[in-house]
């Protein structure tokens, strides 16, 4: 089925409530729906959004189409949390129904500030020709759940410094100001981001401080979902730089999600002083949009799309797509970064099993693997059935993963491996995260067994909610 524009910016009470219900009946035929991560109940997720902690509670927003498998008419779906492993989904919306978001409420980031949480987010205008007028735009929840949105745009674009591409603000404190930066477009077609600061903490004007410096690379022709964090008080960028050349740094995906650390940001001259080389932040299929921020617990906290911009997936043909990843806890080891599960995800863990594993079937494609590689010699393990081979070489330190005809590697001194498996949803973090590879993978019906090229000593726990 292909989509037209119309069909994919109709307004949202134009569906009936058949199409709704066809829809959901269509979606609950699918082997493929996750069990412990968070997907859309109908349409398509996905950018995660306005990640934060607000009111005694975790909120996390994500992206959402809600009538079919195709990027559309965008709103936020909201959800909350206690624990960051179980999130509930509420009613609460931010729809595209004013003139600054007619053609959709686009990606953004939440901060608490006077007992109310605001959201920063792109309004992405259309004219009546489909020119498309991006503006960054403001939303209060309050304690009641009750959103309601500025009148006004808060930052409009300025055509002389960039294009139609100005988008997904980031809003952080930093030495008790406010700041915010966006992805964007520069006149000479290049990727780049822009800071901006709330002087007198309002949070309706804003003043430009510059574009931020950080390398001196070319950065693609668009920057998309920038964030900025603070780790052990080191500045770190995380990003996705499309159309990235590829010799300043390797990437095999359609678009990469990238990071860079640094020594130090500093806010006046817009510059992050001393950075590393750009890094992929997942090296696996698909993972982008990676939202993070500085939580009030001291923790670092991210979460990822499972998936890409243009991509086509098997859950389409059920009319739905996208999934966000686990919650990630970032910290940094010698200029590194680390990405691993928050510990709280340890309460899915069924019974543990000591196996020494050549071949086990399961009941579901839900549970947690661990190997201690001091033990073991090099391995391969098959995993649902053939449709994931994850090979392990001590000796060249690679980390091969294939997936059908394609395959990704790290390399890596392999000491521990935790993978985590969701019926269609793979993520394997090697020593804790010092590499990640995240992706999709579609396995024919009751394909679920694990085995390995040789008998391999692992732990497993069946993970259930
Ligand atoms: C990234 C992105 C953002 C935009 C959003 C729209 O995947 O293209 O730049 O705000 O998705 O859904």
Not at 39 to 62: I, M, R
């Amino acid at each position: 089925q292909t989509w037209t524009r119309n069909e994919r910016y109709r307004s949202y009470d134009s569906y009936s409530a058949d199409y709704l219900e066809a829809l959901k009946k269509s979606v609950s035929r699918s082997h493929w729906r996750a069990r412990f991560h968070i997907e859309a109940e109908t349409g398509l997720l996905n950018d995660p959004n306005g990640f934060s902690y607000y009111n005694g509670k975790w909120h996390l927003f994500y992206q959402w189409f809600p009538f079919g498998a195709v990027h559309g008419l965008k709103s936020w779906v909201h959800l909350t949390s206690e624990d960051l492993v179980h999130f509930e989904k509420d009613d609460v919306l931010l729809l595209p129904d004013t003139t600054f978001d007619n053609a959709g409420a686009y990606s953004g980031s939440a901060l608490p500030i006077d007992g109310k949480l605001f959201l920063m987010y792109t309004g992405n205008h259309r004219t009546k020709d489909w020119m498309r007028i991006p503006y960054q735009l403001g939303a209060f929840l309050n304690e009641k759940n009750e959103l309601n949105k500025l009148e006004k745009p808060i930052i409009a674009p300025d055509f002389s410094e960039v294009t139609e591409h100005f988008r997904d603000p980031q809003i952080f404190r930093h030495d008790g100001c406010i700041y915010a930066i966006i992805g964007g477009q520069d006149l000479q077609e290049k990727g780049i981001i822009k800071l901006y600061k709330n002087e007198n903490k309002d949070l309706r004007s804003w003043q430009k401080v510059d574009n931020l410096k950080f390398t001196s690379d070319r950065m693609g022709y668009m920057i998309e979902c920038p964030n900025l964090v603070f780790i052990d008080e080191k500045p770190v960028l995380i990003f996705c730089p499309q159309g990235l050349d590829k010799t300043i740094s390797a990437y095999d995906n359609i678009y990469p999600n990238m990071y860079i650390a640094a020594e130090h940001f500093d806010a006046d001259s817009a510059e992050l002083v001393n950075p590393s080389r750009l890094r992929n932040l997942d090296d696996g299929f698909d993972c982008y949009a990676t939202q993070a921020f500085n939580a009030p617990d001291g923790r670092v906290l991210a979460i990822s799309w499972l998936g890409l911009p243009d991509t086509n997936y098997a859950t389409d043909a059920y009319g739905y797509q996208g999934a966000l990843s686990l919650v990630k806890e970032l910290s940094l080891k010698n200029g590194k970064l680390y990405q691993y599960p928050v510990e709280a995800l340890k309460s899915l863990r069924q019974e543990e099993q000591d196996l020494n594993l050549s071949k086990v079937s399961l009941k579901e494609n839900a549970y947690e693997l661990e190997i201690d590689f001091a033990a073991q010699e090099s391995t391969e393990l098959t995993l649902m059935g053939g449709a994931l081979l994850i090979k392990f070489d001590k000796e060249s330190k690679k980390v091969t993963v294939i997936r059908g005809s394609e395959k990704r590697q790290v390399e890596v001194n392999i000491h521990q491996v935790n993978i985590f498996v969701d019926e269609s949803i793979f993520e394997i973090f090697i020593n804790k995260g010092e590499k990640v590879l995240s992706g999709r993978v579609f396995p024919d019906k009751d394909l679920k067994t694990i085995s390995a090229s040789r008998p391999t000593q692992v732990k497993l726990w069946n993970l259930g909610k």
